[in-house]
């Protein structure tokens, strides 16, 4: 895999709640806020940290995005695309597939269960 760099600057979004999903990003270097929607608001659910991955879920499992994530500071990611993740599933034997799948689904299942 070759990722791409991407830069945001402070207050920049790099998704939105609902969208659909052809990449997952690796946070270089910066902070990200999660927010989810409350009525015409936004409110911070989370922090992404320099070290962690991005839009992973929505990635893997091509769902819609399930938050909004935008920049708190400057930030330089790696952008990984989805042909490129799905080239080295490939690879990997059935029970990696499926567990994968196995912690999407319950991550999804315990995102819903959310309030905010």
């Known amino acids: 895999m070759n990722p791409i760099d991407r830069k945001l600057v402070a207050e920049e979004y790099l998704m939105r709640e609902g969208e659909e999903s052809n990449e997952m990003y690796y946070l270089s270097s910066g902070t990200m806020g999660v927010f989810k929607r409350k009525g015409d608001a936004e409110q911070q659910i989370g922090t992404i940290y320099s070290g962690e991955l991005v839009?992973?879920?929505?990635?893997?499992?091509?769902?819609?995005?399930?938050?909004?994530?935008?920049?708190?500071?400057?930030c330089e990611l790696k952008v990984i695309p989805k042909e490129a993740l799905k080239k080295y599933l490939d690879g990997q034997p059935k029970w990696y597939k499926a567990l994968v799948q196995t912690l999407l689904d319950r991550l999804r299942r315990a995102n819903q269960r959310v309030r905010i």
């Open 55 to 74: 839009g992973e879920m929505s990635f893997l499992d091509g769902e819609p995005r399930s938050a909004t994530v935008k920049a708190i500071g400057d």
